[in-house]
């Protein structure tokens, strides 16, 4: 039999999806539940093992021969714990062990989420053929991952390249992580909208107080919805800008759904990386837009499964 295909999860806090992977990215067999994201631990769980169950009834199941699993962070990798900000009844809980039991003991992979965007995109999207890359998904918050030197940086505990929660502003507002000013407090979808709210942008007649809509209205030319994109843009410049100075970046690609409002968000972002990416070594950035869509968090779990099977001290090698 061969066994040539990897088991992938992705995990959030509004679906938890499943599949089987081949060596190539290609999405053979897939399973999905909704996240019961409000409820205990361990019914959180049960609707993963369902997942896992619905893989597992595959006639294709016995080729698989890893389990990589991207989740909601904060995640420990080197704890194989999860503490998912949106699922309350994840704190520290033993994903891995869990999600091992269930897949019959398959041998495990847990990156974040941003990081396993950051791995979809480095082998099958945007950042290819980049061996020094910021993939962001700018969303409902704030996530991202890096790679240098050619390879996955998913860091200790898994968490690496998190520009959400990097402050770009001293003194500014209170985020829920605690800190001040981070770039998810300024660029994340619910603040580009209440910021426009604030400024007196209103929705139109169907009511749509979204970060899409507001989106819509700067395309159209309205002026507190520009300026609520340029500020997101300008705190995503300068995040991105700090990482290539600190690591030597040469792309930044933005997915998520901000990411989708394209021009509105990618013009002024360029335009303020010239204020704060300024050295020599940061000044050939690029940014791109995202190209994996919603498979990104699935493919990526697939590939850090991938390198773990052929590196098994490290989910490195991507
Ligand atoms: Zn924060």
């Known amino acids: 039999m061969h066994t040539d295909l990897v088991a992938a999860l992705d995990i959030g806090g509004t679906k938890i999806a499943g599949a089987l992977v081949d060596g190539r990215g290609s999405i053979l067999v897939r399973a999905q539940r909704a996240t019961p994201a409000q409820e205990d631990g361990d019914t959180v769980m049960r609707a993963v093992e369902e997942v896992l169950g619905d893989l597992a009834g595959s006639p294709l199941w016995g080729r698989a021969t890893a389990l990589g699993i991207g989740s909601a962070g904060p995640v420990d990798a080197s704890a194989g714990t999860v503490s998912p900000v949106n699922v309350p009844g994840w704190r520290g809980y033993p994903l891995v062990e869990r999600a091992r039991a269930a897949a019959g003991g398959l041998p495990a992979e847990l990156i974040g989420d941003g990081v396993a965007i950051t791995a979809a995109e480095h082998w099958q999207g945007a950042a290819r053929g980049h061996d020094n890359a910021l993939c962001m998904v700018v969303s409902t ?64 007649p169907d009511g749509d107080a979204s970060a899409a809509a507001v989106a819509a209205a700067a395309r159209a030319g309205d002026a507190v919805a520009v300026a609520s ?58 940014v791109a837009p995202a190209q994996m869509g919603t498979d990104a968090g699935l493919v990526g779990a697939a590939a850090a499964a991938l390198a773990g099977r052929a590196a098994p001290t490290t989910a490195a090698g991507v």
């Open 141 to 204: 918050g704030v996530g991202g991952g890096l790679v240098l030197d050619g390879r996955l940086h998913p860091g200790p505990t898994g968490n690496a390249g998190h520009i959400g929660h990097i402050s770009v502003d001293l003194d500014g507002d209170p985020c829920p992580c605690g800190s001040r000013g981070c770039v998810e407090r300024i660029a994340s979808g619910p603040n580009i909208a209440r910021r426009a709210l604030e400024n007196g942008w209103r929705p139109g």
């Open 229 to 286: 994109f340029e500020r997101a843009a300008r705190a995503l410049a300068a995040g991105i800008a700090a990482t290539a100075t600190l690591v030597e970046i040469d792309i930044a690609v933005i997915g998520g759904g901000v990411g989708k409002a394209g021009d509105v968000l990618l013009e002024p972002l360029r335009k303020a990386l010239g204020d704060y990416a300024t050295l020599s070594f940061v000044r050939r950035l690029a």
